[in-house]
């Protein structure tokens, strides 16, 4: 690919492709370790064990990096659509003001404001208060997800609008966006594939510690060594059950594809004609690169493509060579000749995604999410009856694949952006065309904006979050190779002003500076 050659669109859909893949990068850990965190907290509070407490301070520390870090990140999102989108921004204004409204001022800042209570809570408010503070905040990191999705959803499958005199969408049904069926699939799918990320991590460093203190000959009845081989069991459990979980809602989402955006399911099994029963791909090869569908050959299995789009084995799908063929009956064979499409007025339109990246993006997040759940399998096996890994393959490999379901929930938003091209808002097939919203990614750009500019602030973006990466690695990296430390292995002091600490504050009795409860905020 010539870079060079980029017009203005190109260079903002990659600024904006990469930017928000870097985020969600974060996300996931944020919402899944944010959940598992809770859950420590919560067992710690009921049972008063050290290993709950020692885990809650130290898998904590790795969540509030990793928030701190994805907030950073996600404040360009929004800047991004009246830096180079204005014309999306124009379009959409009246759908999504509402959702990043809501999600801005109830769900961040329920987020933020009980995080905040959490971190310096410790000692401060009593202990089941403090827990529900930890509670409200993953509770608001969840549903902040949850109107993100509803306003990406709305984008896949529009409803609850009507096209306006000016040719704009116009809210109708505010609950009808909500309850969009393509939002609950996708943020389902979302929330149990968060789950998968933590517990990988949970996982990997885990295991990481255990063969670290084994082959230093620590003792195994220490409450430390707990520490590690619970968080290994935990996050076992919890990747093993997300990954079923995970295809479970996969399905769903799937079969909502094929209702709403046939051409993106046929696209990711390069499936180029219609075929009954239609074969699932395996793999592809000769010029899928090339978007000539015709020219591509698989190794597949029969009927289940069928199988993933109607629940049966004998049904047709439709093939790419047929749905263009619909879509340029339907939606023109070329762009208007309308000044908002700028230079590309006129030009043929492809309504097929670029086929390799919605076939590969598709099997990598597959692939990615198959092996996750391998390395617990390992884990869960290799921990059994109290034994403790020292494989160095197995131990490094498990703290390698702690990348994979990143990889997973990376691929599989790239596959559902890029498979909707060439609309960024796509036509819901549920309404008659006539009165259909849809908008061409070719018109959604800032009309003003010149290909020099776009480019400075990709590379501008590029390095500070460049920066941004080295040091959330150079955090983490510490913290993980420093472990459980001083400040997480001492329970936490009773509430000021209390006279009394609680039935199971402090149970040996030693006193607590306030360095202790900031060195938990670090």
Avoid at 74 to 86: D, P, R
Avoid at 129 to 142: C, D, E, P, R, Y
Avoid at 214 to 222: M, V
Wanted: hydrophobic letters at 50%; a negative charge.
């Amino acid at each position: 690919m010539d870079l060079l050659a980029l017009d203005t669109l190109d260079v903002a859909r990659w600024q904006f492709g990469i930017t928000t893949v870097y985020h969600f990068l974060m996300v996931p850990l944020t919402i899944g370790l944010g959940i598992l965190v809770a859950v420590m907290h919560t067992m710690w509070v009921r049972t008063s064990r050290p290993e709950w407490l020692r885990m809650t301070r130290f898998w904590g520390k790795v969540y509030l990096v990793n928030f701190v870090l994805g907030v950073a990140t996600g404040l360009v999102q929004e800047f991004q659509f009246g830096l180079a989108w204005s014309e999306y921004s124009r379009f959409v204004g009246d759908v999504f003001g509402s959702l990043l409204a809501m999600e801005a001022l109830l769900a961040f800042f329920l987020e933020s404001t009980f995080l905040g209570l959490w971190i310096f809570g410790w000692g401060r408010i009593p202990k089941r208060l403090h827990l529900a503070a930890l509670w409200a905040a993953v509770i608001g990191s969840i549903v902040s997800a949850y109107f993100i999705i509803a306003a990406n959803s709305w984008m896949q499958h529009p409803v609850g609008v009507t096209v306006g005199p000016d040719g704009r969408p116009q809210h109708v049904d505010f609950l009808a966006v909500l309850t969009n069926n393509t939002a609950l699939a996708a943020f389902s799918h979302a929330i149990v594939a968060a789950l998968m990320v933590a517990g990988a991590l949970l996982v990997g460093v885990g295991l990481y510690q255990l063969r670290k203190r084994k082959l230093a000959e620590a003792p195994t009845t220490d409450v430390d060594h707990s520490v590690w081989r619970r968080s290994v069991r935990v996050g076992g459990f919890v990747s093993l059950a997300a990954f079923v979980l995970v295809a479970v809602t996969g399905d769903w989402q799937g079969k909502l594809m094929y209702q709403q955006q046939p051409l993106k399911m046929s696209s990711a099994e390069a499936l180029c004609e219609t075929e009954a029963p239609a074969p699932f791909s395996i793999f592809a090869w000769a010029k899928l690169g090339s978007n000539e569908c015709d020219d591509v050959h698989s190794w597949t299995v029969p009927g289940l493509l069928s199988f993933l789009a109607h629940s049966d084995f004998e049904t047709a799908v439709p093939g790419v060579n047929e749905l263009q063929e619909q879509y340029a009956d339907v939606y023109g064979e070329t762009y208007p000749d309308d000044p908002s499409f700028g230079e590309r007025a006129g030009e043929e339109i492809d309504y097929t995604p670029v086929l390799a990246v919605t076939y590969w993006s598709f099997r990598l997040m597959i692939g990615m999410g198959a092996v996750s759940a391998g390395v617990a399998a390992y884990a869960l096996w290799s921990t059994r009856g109290g034994r403790v890994p020292t494989s160095r393959v197995g131990v490094y490999g498990s703290l390698l694949a702690v990348g994979a379901p990143f990889v997973a929930n990376a691929a599989g938003w790239v596959f559902t952006e890029m498979g909707r091209q060439p609309f960024v808002v796509y036509p819901n097939p549920d309404v008659p065309v006539g009165e259909q919203v849809y908008f061409f990614t070719a018109q959604a750009v800032s009309p003003g904006v010149t290909t020099a500019e776009v480019w400075t602030s990709l590379v501008s973006l590029g390095v500070l979050y460049g920066a941004l990466a080295v040091v959330e690695l150079v955090l983490l990296t510490r913290l993980v190779r420093r472990g459980v430390t001083t400040g997480d292995t001492t329970p936490t002091p009773p509430a000021v002003g209390s006279s009394s600490r609680d039935d199971d504050d402090r149970p040996d009795g030693g006193p607590r500076s306030d360095d202790d409860v900031l060195s938990f905020a670090y």
